[in-house]
């Protein structure tokens, strides 16, 4: 009979390597289990990552977008807001120039032009509204303010219709001048700061791009400007004192304001549609988000069950091995020979 044998030092490296590589293997499925990930998800996909790959890159572009939904949100939000502050003002501002349209003195007169005034001055304060470091009515200039200071706009409409003897003309070229188009000399040359034709465009989800086209060059809220500044400059120059051009000037205020008026609701149902967009895209978002988190975790995620006992096998084998160390380093020669 052939026996094979083994010298003590090649016995002692193999019960050291074996046991080098059971506590290697003890360490691994111990993280595995705390942590609930497998150390190596390479080997388990055989080296092929493609497909893991894949899902981190739409992830990230997914976790993008839900921080960009916010933003958005944010933007939007404050949009409606202001449009709303601003239909308000057109409303008021209307019922008080009926009012004082009616019956009107001097004196009420001019206490309307100063509140038109200060309600000018309220409006453009809204329209160069801030959100996040960003002006969201400049178009695509969101770096700047879409609009000069509202005393600087009412001291050039008070020179330009100071010498105008009638209400017709101080209507018609304040009118005028806020219909202009670029180039014209007037609103969009003179008070208007940011981008024209251009829309500020965000990408919120895969297949969701939206277009903000809302900035402060909007017809509808040049239209709300116009009637109170109109409004403001009513008693002032060559009509100052004369009550029937005054009045004249009431009723063409408040006529440009209620137009305006249902202009910046046809508006706010814009900004709306985006609003509903915005919130299926981030329905969409979440539902993708969740289904890419659970392709993921079936790639890298250890099953505890098996993870456990596999944790418990290794165990039984460095007992054993551990048992059968210690039987063979307590051998004898005398023990052998007997």
Do not use: C
């Not at 499925?29 to 190596?40: A, M, P």
């Not at 440009?256 to 985006?274: E, K, M, N, P, Y």
Request: aromatic share 4%.
């Amino acid at each position: 009979m052939v026996m094979r044998t083994i010298g003590d030092q090649a016995r002692a490296y193999t019960l050291q390597s074996s046991s080098s590589r059971l506590k290697t293997t003890l360490i691994t499925l111990t993280d595995e289990l705390t942590s609930g990930r497998v150390s190596d998800v390479a080997q388990r996909l055989g080296g092929n990552t493609r497909a893991l790959s894949g899902i981190e890159s739409r992830l990230q572009a997914v976790t993008a977008y839900q921080q960009l939904e916010g933003e958005v949100g944010a933007i939007a939000s404050a949009l409606q807001t202001v449009l709303a502050e601003l239909r308000d003002t057109a409303d008021q501002q209307v019922s008080r120039l009926l009012l004082n349209g009616s019956w009107g003195t001097d004196l009420t007169f001019a206490d309307q032009a100063a509140e038109a005034a200060a309600d000018f001055r309220g409006a453009i304060s809204q329209l160069n509204t801030e959100v996040q470091g960003s002006h969201i009515l400049s178009g695509t200039e969101t770096d700047r303010p879409p609009l000069i200071d509202a005393q600087s706009i009412l001291d050039e409409l008070a020179l330009q219709t100071a010498t105008l003897p009638n209400a017709s003309d101080i209507r018609q070229v304040v009118s005028d001048w806020f219909d202009a188009p670029p180039g014209g000399g007037g609103f969009l040359d003179f008070a208007y700061r940011g981008s024209i034709g251009t829309s500020r465009e965000i990408t919120v989800a895969e297949t969701e791009r939206l277009s903000f086209t809302t900035d402060a060059s909007d017809p509808a809220i040049r239209a709300t400007l116009k009637g109170l500044a109109l409004s403001a400059v009513s008693a002032q120059g060559a009509v100052a004192g004369r009550a029937t051009e005054q009045r004249a000037l009431a009723d063409a205020s408040a006529s440009i304001l209620i137009d305006a008026s249902a202009r910046l609701t046809s508006v706010q149902g814009r900004v709306g549609s985006l609003q509903e967009r915005l919130e299926g895209a981030a329905t969409g978002n979440a539902s993708a988000r969740a289904s890419l988190e659970t392709a993921r975790n079936n790639i890298v995620l250890a099953d505890p069950y098996t993870t456990a006992s596999a944790l418990k096998e290794v165990e039984a084998q460095m007992q054993t091995l551990y048992a059968v160390t210690a039987r063979l380093s307590s051998l004898k020669l005398v023990d052998f020979l007997r």
